[in-house]
């Protein structure tokens, strides 16, 4: 098959994939913005550093054992790559439902720490509740996302993906607006969908379509610490990038409170959801050309793999000024759509603006995270990812707000990027390097 036509075949699925998980949180706002109210979708805003938490443990383990399966799958290894599957699905379904178990029981003090005061807590207290019951099958269905494009089925990824999207859309419109469920209505329209995604994908895996399945397995307590040991290695990279969105959010409702009001998290809301959107959209183009990466890696067809490289550059730098453009000419109009408190607009285009900036930078510093993690070599992923969170984000809002004025404490996200930029350049010299 023609090289770029593979690389579309994987890519474009991919990232309408992500779109659609995107779109489970937009929905969400939207629904919960104009039939329940803005101190409803401040309350969802608070809980979004949990549930962006929820896809990093999904991602950390899904992509880690793409990698593996990849690489596995590129050598003729079909039995091993079986065998890692069947493994890390077992494991990620014991471990979300006790880390579910966990939240439950320290729910308040989650709350308290992602920054839920007097007024937002009873609200936010509702959805999160609902939110953690369906958390396992939030993991699941996102790891089987990931292991079904390996698999060589990325249509089938977009077919449960917007399925699931769908679902969730109408329920949103049934629970918040006819059935006036508010919070409690977006959390049980977005965890049902997530239900049906996670069976779609089972019932593929179930079939004998592709190369993995379920298979009867023994390991020793030795097998076992390795494959995890390789999967974590291999996803530790993307999982620190997903987690880095967890605390972009975190980081700035903390600021927003402090610096300039509670009531602000509404319009940040807004503005998180176009950033949603473009990493989404950024995060598709890593994702599909993960397992392409990792299968010529495992082939050892370097050229291929330079191209594919290349090729996902200038993508890349053409969704990042579409992006910008979208977020800069047409903010207004984005926060019409959310937002009823004109003043409240008025004040929130100017740092829509200034936030967007980043994504110039941010899909090249995403991709040089994901090809490292993609040739089995996740130490330059950790770093990048590493550097781009919570400190470099953390000091550069806090510099520019110092600096500046209050103004400016959307700039601190153009600046974190920038400076993760000058480490990606290095990383990707030394990745690229002929051996």
């Known amino acids: 098959m023609n090289l770029k036509r593979q690389f579309f075949k994987f890519v474009i699925p991919s990232i309408i994939a992500m779109w659609v998980f995107s779109i489970y949180t937009i929905v969400d706002g939207f629904f919960v913005a104009n039939f329940a109210g803005e101190l409803e979708l401040s309350a969802v805003t608070i809980v979004i550093p949990y549930v962006n938490f929820l896809f990093a443990i999904a991602i950390i383990t899904g992509v880690g054992s793409q990698t593996i399966i990849g690489i596995e799958l590129g050598k003729g290894n079909r039995d091993e790559a079986n ?5 890390i699905i077992v494991f990620i379904l ?10 439950l029981i320290f729910m ?9 005061d007097s007024n937002l807590f009873p609200l936010s207290h509702q959805y999160l509740s609902i939110i953690v019951f369906f958390s396992p099958f939030y993991i699941i269905s996102y790891a089987f996302e990931v292991l079904v494009k390996v698999d060589g089925y990325p249509r089938t990824a977009i077919f449960g993906a917007i399925s699931a999207c769908v679902t969730n859309i109408v329920l949103d419109y049934i629970l918040i607006d006819k059935f006036q469920m508010g919070v409690k209505g977006a959390a049980f329209a977005t965890g049902i969908a997530q239900f049906l995604s996670c069976l779609i994908f089972f019932i593929h895996f179930r079939s004998t379509k592709g ?6 397995i023994k390991m020793s307590s030795r097998e076992i610490f390795d494959y995890l040991k390789t999967t974590a290695s291999y ?10 969105t967890a605390t972009f959010v975190f980081i700035f409702n903390l600021f927003i409170i402090k610096y300039i009001s509670p009531e602000f998290l509404s ?11 473009a990493n989404s959209t950024f995060q598709g183009v890593c994702h599909g050309t ?23 550059f200038v993508f890349i730098s053409i969704i990042a000024i579409t992006m910008y453009a979208i977020s800069y000419f047409g903010s207004e109009k984005l926060f019409n759509m959310f937002l009823e408190n004109k003043t409240m607009i008025s004040s929130s285009i100017r740092p829509m603006r200034l936030y967007a900036l980043m994504f110039l930078l941010s899909g090249s510093n995403l991709f040089i995270a994901s090809l490292s993690s993609a040739i089995g070599n996740p130490k330059y992923s950790i770093l990048i990812n590493l550097v781009r969170g919570s400190i ?4 550069s809002i806090y510099l520019c707000v110092k600096l500046f004025g209050t103004r400016y404490l959307f700039l601190g996200a153009f600046v974190s990027e920038f400076i993760v930029f000058l480490i990606s350049l290095y990383s990707l010299k030394k990745i690229t390097k002929k051996p």
Do not use: C, W
């Open 108 to 116: 308040d003090k989650i709350l308290l720490f992602l920054g839920a």
């Open 392 to 395: 470099s984000l953390f000091i």
């Open 211 to 216: 190369y993995l399945r379920f298979i009867k």
């Open 235 to 244: 996803g530790f990279g993307e999982f620190i990038s997903e987690l880095n």
């Open 94 to 103: 014991a471990f979300a439902v006790l880390l579910a178990a966990f939240a």
């Open 83 to 87: 065998k890692v599957f069947t493994f």
């Open 267 to 277: 319009a940040y809301a807004v503005i998180n959801y176009m950033s949603l959107f």
């Open 290 to 312: 993960l397992p392409l990466l990792s299968y010529y890696h495992g082939s050892q067809e370097r050229e291929k793999s330079l191209k594919i490289i290349k090729m996902s």
